[in-house]
């Protein structure tokens, strides 16, 4: 069988009655075994995808088949599946088995999408480069020594590998739209609220979205249209309407965009990302469109904010995890205090445990109002400063990841050159606004370079609009 690059061919050949939804599960299974080494998926649905299949075989005879039948997605291993494990990439969680699905998932499933797998991902979304998960690493299947981005490294490398349809991930930093750089597919995260996080394993609860990775902006668009809105599981889901967005991709208007003249003048900006970038705003000048660099002097002020207040709310989160209820629990322990302190020093990575820690220490009654509450404060002045940009202009346009994908280990020794890697992610994740990365070349070694898009919150139809008229452009 072909490789399929988006849905509407998979609907084209069920149309045609030249496949069915059990030889297109048959086509990905394949695939996934085949490109095993790339250690995306870890585990694979194999006979529950098969059964799925068939009733949705059964359903399109009848005629009653949801929107995404024939739909093959794989989910973050973060993202619960009733009847199935879901670990987080951690020890800690070893052995626990969902007893919920993710509204998400659970969506997707009334509309009739297959889901095919469990994905790989960094232990609780903490990473940029998929190399701190219980399973092991995850490759970019463009070059096998380099990596694919995190935290949703195995979401993307998924559908960058057609291992799948699409794929969920989860986007808290950055952890969608980096790895969707790094692997040359596209990469969405919403407004923070648009999609519910019930089900969720939670890092950064004010932070954590929910993210689609797809090969076509049709395709995310609905699968968006189909897992967003309101959920009464999640009292911070938005009752604001979804729209069709699938259907609101024509672009036919003239726009202002706006370049942050902090990001292409940043010395951590890679030379050929940066000239990618601006053939892109040289492109928009053309076609009559406004493009104008502005200032935005808190960049320097965006990751401190970042990582003081969502490690602050790991710290709180991730204390649950004591292996006395479920998952993991050290066979070295004597006593109740013991049980603790040897279950999670041992059942969490050296990468969360750190993050625990500077959590803890911000949040302690000596440094709160210095380091945590004053974050909160600038998070707010950084949000202010956002929309008054997007008051005069429709976009802001910056590159997704200061550098193309690196090699193993390059940053292992250095955790601040790793954080560095979120330096133009975070914007969008500390407003809440919605931002998505989408491809714009490679660079000399042939590694795929990403364009970022944010826009106002709950205006993904435009963001979707203008994406896909951006990569038709180029």
């Not at 093959?72 to 009733?82: P, Q």
């Not at 699409?166 to 919403?190: C, E, H, N, Y």
């Not at 689609?212 to 009752?239: C, H, P």
């Not at 955790?415 to 490679?442: C, H, R, W």
Request: with cysteine; net charge neutral; proline share 3%.
């Amino acid at each position: 069988m072909e490789k399929f690059n988006s849905f509407d061919e998979i609907k084209n050949a069920l149309e045609k009655k030249a496949c069915t939804c059990q030889t297109i599960v048959n086509h990905y299974l394949t695939n996934i075994q085949s490109k095993a080494h790339l250690n995306a998926f870890v585990e694979v649905y194999e006979h529950a995808a098969r059964e799925q299949a068939l009733k949705v075989d059964d359903k399109i005879a009848q005629g009653i088949a949801g929107k995404l039948a024939g739909m093959v997605v794989g989910i973050k291993d973060v993202l619960n599946f009733a009847g199935h494990p879901a670990t987080a990439g951690s020890k800690i969680l070893e052995g626990y088995i969902s007893q919920h699905t993710a509204t998400a998932v659970q969506r997707l499933l009334e509309e009739d999408a297959i889901i095919i797998g469990r994905l790989n991902c960094d232990e609780f979304g903490m990473g940029s480069s998929n190399e701190n998960s219980v399973y092991g690493k995850v490759h970019n299947a463009l070059d096998f020594n380099k990596v694919p981005g995190g935290s949703s490294g195995g979401s993307a490398v998924a559908v960058q590998a057609n291992l799948c349809t699409v794929s969920l991930g989860s986007d808290t930093g950055g952890s969608v739209r980096q790895p969707a750089a790094f692997t040359g597919v596209i990469g969405m995260k919403p407004t923070y609220s648009r999609i519910s996080r019930w089900g969720l394993i939670a890092y950064a609860s004010s932070f954590d979205t929910i993210g689609i990775f797809s090969r076509t902006i049709q395709d995310n668009a609905l699968v968006m249209e189909v897992i967003a809105g309101y959920d009464e599981w999640d009292s911070t889901s938005s009752k604001k309407s979804v729209l069709s967005y699938s259907q609101l991709l024509p672009f036919n208007r003239k726009v202002k965009v706006a370049i942050l003249r902090e990001t292409l003048d940043s010395p951590a900006l890679q030379s050929e990302i940066k000239k990618n970038t601006e053939s892109v705003l040289a492109k928009l000048k053309k076609e009559g469109h406004q493009v104008e660099a502005v200032s935005f002097p808190l960049l320097k002020y965006l990751l401190p904010t970042y990582y003081i207040l969502s490690t602050a709310e790991a710290s709180t989160n991730l204390s649950r995890f004591d292996g006395v209820k479920y998952g993991y629990r050290s066979p070295k322990s004597t006593d109740l205090e013991s049980l603790y302190t040897k279950s999670r020093s041992e059942g969490f990575s050296e990468e969360v445990k750190r993050r625990i820690m500077l959590g803890t220490f911000v949040l302690s009654s000596n440094y709160y109002d210095a380091y945590f509450s004053k974050a909160q404060k600038v998070r707010r002045v950084i949000k202010e400063f956002t929309e008054q940009i997007l008051t005069t202009f429709d976009y802001i346009l910056l590159p997704t990841t200061p550098t193309t994908a690196f090699a193993f280990g390059e940053h292992g020794s250095d955790p601040l050159a790793m954080y560095l890697e979120d330096l133009f992610t975070v914007q969008a994740s500390v407003t809440g606004m919605p931002a998505i990365s989408i491809p714009n070349g490679k660079d000399e070694a042939g590694m795929p370079i990403g364009l970022q898009v944010i826009t106002n919150s709950f205006k993904e139809a435009d963001l979707y609009a203008f994406s896909d008229y951006l990569l038709k452009l180029n």
